[in-house]
């Protein structure tokens, strides 16, 4: 596996694969790689002849007071993990590669309307961070297609309407969800949970998954689902942020005659903020 911190050298050697007729594949990542991850690099060798990835803890999607400083950076690690499975190129550049020019002084990109709501409202600017180091990243590396875990729904949809609108020519490839044997998803911040935390934290999955079943069974007074599904969190030891039913190609409030839903839900619990959604289409 070639590791590269440049974009000059990035271009490079995606230059020399292009040449050859090769499909590139680029899997964004912020590090501390997980088996979710390295299922990402798996899907894109499926479907690529070159795959890179890129590690890159971006501090443009982090608000006041959140982890940036303390997010884990485990290079060494991630780079063996990477490295086992046959990646081709890791691209780690560092925060003057990637923002040469002061924050306030950086041009930036923002997908309006689904960027403000649900994780958007808790975290402020948060998919402004998101959307502009996508951007950046697909015009360093020019992938053919790029793939994301479908655990960060709302930042999938962000990065769809981005890559729509500005009429970027990626594809790209939401990967279902991976999760431990206790249907806990996989996450770099699972490592915040202390063994007590971890014990409870299935607890979140279950109750998605409890009112998937409610809604599959023809429930469909959703702000009351809602309601119950928070004071479930509640009382299974989360501090709720939200838990909500959507319509799953838009984020707009659910109606019972809508078929498609998504069922999305961000918690705290102790030092880590989990989140996860379930999809139910009642046109089956």
Request: aromatic fraction near 6%.
């Amino acid at each position: 596996m070639n590791r590269v911190n440049s974009v000059k050298d990035l271009r490079a050697q995606v230059r020399q694969w292009r040449k050859a007729g090769e499909r590139v594949a680029l899997i964004p990542t912020m590090g501390n790689l997980h088996s979710g991850h390295l299922h990402l690099v798996e899907q894109a060798q499926a479907v690529s002849d070159r795959t890179v990835v890129s590690i890159f803890v971006n501090p443009m999607q982090f608000g006041a007071g959140e982890d940036f400083e303390s997010y884990p950076r485990t290079m060494l690690s991630d780079s063996e993990k990477l490295e086992s499975i046959a990646t081709d190129l890791l691209f780690a550049p560092s925060v003057a590669e990637v923002y040469p020019k002061p924050q306030s002084q950086q041009t930036r990109i923002e997908v309006p309307l689904i960027s403000d709501i649900l994780c958007g409202s808790s975290r402020p600017g948060h998919f402004v961070g998101v959307a502009t180091v996508v951007c950046k990243l697909f015009n360093m590396v020019l992938p053919d297609v790029a793939l994301f875990g479908e655990k960060d729904f709302q930042q999938l949809m962000v990065i769809r309407r981005m890559v729509e609108d500005l009429c970027m020519p990626v594809e790209i490839i939401g990967v279902p969800t991976v999760r431990e044997p206790d249907g806990l998803a996989l996450s770099s911040r699972n490592g915040y949970l202390s063994d007590e935390e971890r014990a409870m934290a299935p607890a979140l999955f279950r109750i998605l998954s409890e009112t998937a079943d409610a809604i599959q069974a023809g429930s469909c007074d959703f702000p009351l689902l809602e309601t119950r599904a928070n004071d479930a969190l509640q009382a299974a030891g989360f501090r709720p942020d939200y838990f909500r039913i959507r319509r799953s190609d838009d984020l707009v409030e659910a109606t019972a005659a809508d078929r498609n839903l998504v069922i999305l839900a961000a918690a705290h619990l102790g030092r880590a903020r989990l989140i996860d959604n379930l999809t139910v289409n009642l046109s089956a």
